[in-house]
Nanobody, 126 residues
């Protein structure tokens, strides 16, 4: 079972940037579709961004498209989420997810079967 560890969260002012990292401890990382989700207080977990296991396809939630960028480095088994132009409504715990050879629709919609990290807090002040 893949293990995931997120880092890079913190407190930032609106309009600022953060880069989240998710390190995976598994062989064959290149065969995992990866995604970021987030959960704000009192709200359900929601999809943020995903990248295919071949790295050629990405998908974003409408709320972050144009501001966030997902990328991956299969050599060091890490996926990133570059977050720019942050807004207070981006405040949440951000979770990394992994799914072996899954399509993007699968990792997004069938998320109960994903592997998950412990999350990292992102707080955007106004």
């Amino acid at each position: 079972q893949v293990q995931l560890r997120e880092s890079g969260g913190g407190l930032v002012q609106a309009g600022g940037s953060l880069r989240l990292s998710c390190a995976a401890s598994t062989l064959g990382f290149g065969s995992y579709a990866m995604a970021w989700f987030r959960q704000a207080p009192g709200k359900e977990r929601e999809f943020v961004a995903a990248i295919s296991w071949k790295g050629g396809v990405t998908r974003y939630a409408d709320s972050v498209r144009g501001r966030f960028t997902i990328s991956r480095d299969d050599v060091i088994a890490t996926v990133y989420l570059q977050m720019d132009s942050l807004k207070p409504e981006d405040t949440a715990v951000y979770f990394c997810a992994a799914r072996y050879r899954a399509t993007i629709p699968t990792i997004v919609s069938d998320d109960d079967n994903n592997a998950w990290g412990q999350g990292t807090q992102v707080t955007v002040s106004s």
